[in-house]
C-alpha cells in the first residue's frame, strides 16, 4: 500500500511539476503576445497622428493658397479703381492748381 501511495505521491508531483512548467510557458508566451500587441498598437496611433497630420498640414496650405488668391483679386480690383479713377483726380486736381494760380494773380 505505500508503494501505491509513494507511485501516487510521485505522479502528482510529476504532474504539479509539468503543470508549472506549462503555466511558466503560458505566461512567458501571453507577455510577449501581450507586447507584440501594444507594440503594433503604438505603431498604429503614430501612423494614425502621422495621417492626421498630414491632413491638416495639407488643409492648411489649401486654407493658404485660397487666402493668397483671395488677397491677388483684391489687389487687383485695387488697382484696377485707382487706374479708373486716376484721370479724375488728376483733372481735379490740376483744375485746383489753376485756381489757386487765378486766386494770387488777382
Same mark, same amino acid.
Given at each position: *500500500?505505500?508503494?501505491l501511495?509513494?507511485?501516487?505521491?510521485?505522479?502528482r508531483?510529476?504532474?504539479i511539476?509539468?503543470?508549472?512548467? +506549462?503555466?511558466?510557458?503560458? *505566461?512567458?508566451?501571453?507577455?510577449?503576445?501581450?507586447?507584440?500587441?501594444?507594440?503594433?498598437?503604438?505603431?498604429?496611433?503614430?501612423?494614425?497622428?502621422? &495621417?492626421? %497630420?498630414?491632413? *491638416?498640414? %495639407?488643409?492648411?496650405? +489649401?486654407e493658404?493658397? #485660397?487666402?493668397?488668391?483671395?488677397? &491677388?483679386?483684391e %489687389?487687383?480690383?485695387?488697382? &484696377?479703381? %485707382?487706374?479708373?479713377?486716376?484721370? #479724375?483726380?488728376? +483733372?481735379?486736381?490740376?483744375d485746383?492748381?489753376?485756381?489757386?494760380?487765378?486766386?494770387? +494773380?488777382?
Amino acid at each position: *500500500m505505500l508503494a501505491l501511495l509513494e507511485g501516487a505521491d510521485a505522479e502528482r508531483e510529476r504532474i504539479i511539476v509539468q503543470a508549472r512548467r +506549462d503555466a511558466g510557458q503560458l *505566461m512567458t508566451a501571453a507577455r510577449a503576445e501581450a507586447a507584440a500587441i501594444a507594440a503594433d498598437a503604438g505603431q498604429r496611433a503614430q501612423a494614425a497622428r502621422d &495621417e492626421a %497630420a498630414r491632413r *491638416m498640414l %495639407a488643409l492648411a496650405k +489649401d486654407e493658404v493658397a #485660397s487666402t493668397v488668391a483671395r488677397a &491677388e483679386r483684391e %489687389a487687383e480690383r485695387t488697382r &484696377e479703381l %485707382a487706374r479708373q479713377r486716376m484721370p #479724375s483726380l488728376v +483733372d481735379r486736381a490740376v483744375d485746383l492748381i489753376w485756381q489757386l494760380q487765378a486766386e494770387e +494773380d488777382q
